[in-house]
């Protein structure tokens, strides 16, 4: 047989860690990676934080799993939490961030129908978008490298083209529902979306009763500098997914909703065997004891003010390779003038983790616990790997 016991959907590097401290993870024979990736966003508070992992260890020795059937202390301790925390009412808990899409999709269509008005079915998403993997979340993305031989896909989305308030608005008929977006786009290149664009989507919702969902898996949880980033539009949405740095490394997702958007979602039409596990919420709560804090989240500006502009210096001396920086807070991108997975790629024999994006965009995005010395570290490295990098003659 040649299929590999891993189904090969990965083109997996000769990077293989097998433990983690702080802000490094070191491979099969003691390699030490600097990790400015944090598993794609998810490792917020670092690897083996101490808060965190007594946390997890505290409660798998107490009680791990129990159905939905049940009544959950947990669940609705920490639902209350985000509760407080958001413009949200109420919370599903999910393992995964296209999960947490797929409730809030749910969530927008289910409002319609229970107002009577089942034929507003329609999402209009964003060029580029990335919100995950299931059927559902791949037909809403023009990604065709996510969709390619998955037909028929689902129907009911309309791609537009990402921050053009004027084709968004024009796609709008008596089918839509809503629309869906990531304020600042992740995997297709650490684009934010620009302050009129999601004004406009408000406005248009507001006009139309129509539902505005906000992908906020990789961007939300302090990552942009604020514990969710619609905070820094100052406008909220109506329906929200969270996944990724929410759980710390444990999978957690959840769909934030209004009172009024979540209408439909009554008993019967919703469920998870898995999601709000007592084991989940404890992760959960773990991480925002830490990141929910007004201290915390200006260290995370701060420090990603640091990083932006040791980033931005570099490009004089290397400016056959890196463009601009984009991004705010620790959700950074470099955008590169040559294949950036091939740089990802040779930057990680040199002993540094960042992440490739769609654009020729490199993403760094380190856990939200780096101190100024992990920034320059990471700064003298990248400096020292881009001055010896021979960029390969098909991608210059
Ligand atoms: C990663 C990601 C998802 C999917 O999350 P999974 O946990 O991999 O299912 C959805 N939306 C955005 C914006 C993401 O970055």
């Known amino acids: 047989m040649a299929i590999t016991p891993l189904m090969p959907v990965y083109a997996r590097c000769e990077v293989r860690p097998v433990r983690g401290e702080g802000v490094y993870l070191y491979g099969e024979g003691g390699e030490r990676y600097l990790d400015f990736a944090s598993g794609i966003a998810v490792n917020l508070l670092g690897h083996r934080h101490p808060h965190l992992v007594e946390a997890i260890q505290k409660q798998a020795a107490t009680l791990m799993h129990v159905s939905n059937l049940y009544g959950s202390p947990q669940g609705e301790g920490f639902a209350r939490r985000l509760c407080d925390l958001t413009f949200a009412d109420t919370v599903f808990f999910t ?10 999709i749910k969530t ?6 229970a107002k009577g008005n089942a034929h507003k079915h329609d999402l209009i998403t964003f060029s580029n978008a990335f919100h995950g993997r299931t059927m559902a979340t791949i037909s809403a993305t023009n990604q065709e490298k996510l969709r390619d031989g998955f037909a028929p896909l689902l129907p009911g989305f309309k791609v537009v083209e990402f921050d053009d308030l004027e084709a968004a608005l024009a796609a709008v008929d008596d089918n839509t529902a809503g629309f869906l977006i990531e304020p600042v786009q992740g995997e297709g290149g650490i684009r934010p979306a620009s302050n009129a664009f999601i004004a406009g989507l408000r406005a248009a919702c507001d006009e139309k009763d129509l539902m505005l969902l906000f992908d906020e898996v990789q961007c939300g949880m302090g990552r942009t500098g604020t514990l969710f980033a619609y905070e820094q539009y100052g406008v909220a949405p109506d329906i929200m997914a969270v996944a990724k740095g929410i759980g710390g490394g444990f999978p957690l997702g959840a769909c934030l909703a209004t009172e009024k958007a979540a209408s439909g979602m009554v008993i019967g039409t919703h469920g998870s065997t898995y999601g709000g596990n007592p084991l989940a919420m404890a992760a959960g709560e773990a991480v925002l004891d830490v990141v929910a804090n007004d201290e915390f989240l200006a260290n995370v500006r701060r420090i990603g003010e640091r990083l932006r502009s ?3 210096q570099m490009i004089p001396n290397h400016d056959h390779l890196f463009e601009s920086v984009r991004g705010t807070g620790l959700m950074l991108g470099v955008k590169m003038k040559t294949d950036s997975r091939a740089f990802v790629n040779y930057l990680r024999g040199h002993g540094l983790l960042t992440v490739a994006a ?3 965009v490199m993403r760094v995005l380190p856990p939200l616990v780096i101190d100024e010395a992990h920034v320059r570290e990471f700064a003298d490295a990248l400096s020292k790997a881009a001055a010896e990098y021979e960029v390969p003659a098909a991608a210059a």
């Open 108 to 113: 927008a269509r289910r409002y319609h129908h």
């Open 310 to 312: 040791a980033l931005q």
């Open 358 to 360: 769609g654009d020729n």
């Open 95 to 104: 393992n995964s961030g296209a999960e947490a899409v797929e409730c809030a």
